[in-house]
């Protein structure tokens, strides 16, 4: 069941897939229909889930779930785990790896592979003042009070 993301509770899971870039207008408004049929019908154990989602700066695919009714199952899981390599190879994007790191230069969202962000910090080209995005965040709560946080605030320290 698609319902708007703002209106999903606090407590609501939270998956966050990053994409290496930002989609165009044009691919955003294919994104937001697939993404909207792909809510509606999703599932688990045969009961909808009550679902929502955001794409915050044309870049991030951002699925909320409220599990006080029916909780998110391996299958339904899996389910949206495909779906995003569909989505992958569609727009031909990078959606999955996880070893990427999005960061803010300015108002520019900049995206490096794990390593690269490490040498950065090492050569000072990032700093703990650098704003991160924390695609760790469980659920929604900590999505809107953590997931664009300086460096120092994050996982992300441990480079710096």
Same mark, same amino acid.
């Given at each position: 069941?698609? *319902?708007?993301?703002?209106?999903? %509770? ?8 990053? !994409?290496?870039?930002?989609?165009? #207008?044009?691919? +955003?408004?294919? +994104?937001?229909?697939?993404?909207? =049929? ?10 909808? +889930?009550? &679902?929502?989602?955001? /794409? %915050? ?5 951002? /699925?909320?779930?409220? #599990?006080? #009714?029916?909780?998110? @199952?391996?299958?339904?899981?899996? &389910?949206? *785990?495909?779906?995003? #390599? ?8 990078? +959606? ?5 790191? @999005?960061?803010?230069?300015? =108002? ?17 080209? *990032? @700093? ?19 997931? =664009? *946080? %300086? !460096?120092? =605030?994050?996982?992300? &320290?441990?480079?710096?």
């Amino acid at each position: 069941m698609l *319902v708007h993301f703002n209106d999903l %509770p606090d407590t609501s899971r939270i998956w966050i897939y990053q !994409a290496n870039r930002s989609f165009n #207008q044009e691919e +955003l408004e294919r +994104l937001q229909q697939e993404l909207d =049929e792909f809510i509606q019908n999703w599932t688990a154990h045969g009961s909808k +889930l009550k &679902a929502g989602y955001e /794409i %915050p700066y044309g870049r991030f695919i951002v /699925i909320g779930l409220d #599990q006080s #009714q029916n909780a998110a @199952s391996g299958c339904s899981i899996d &389910a949206s *785990v495909h779906f995003m #390599q569909h989505l992958e190879k569609k727009y031909d994007v990078v +959606l999955l790896d996880k070893m990427n790191v @999005s960061y803010k230069q300015g =108002e520019y969202i900049a995206y490096k592979p794990l390593l690269d962000f490490k040498k950065m910090a090492k050569q000072k080209a *990032v @700093s703990e003042k650098t704003i991160v995005f924390n695609n760790l965040v469980a659920n929604k709560a900590e999505y809107k009070e953590h997931w =664009e *946080v %300086p !460096a120092s =605030e994050s996982w992300h &320290a441990r480079f710096m």
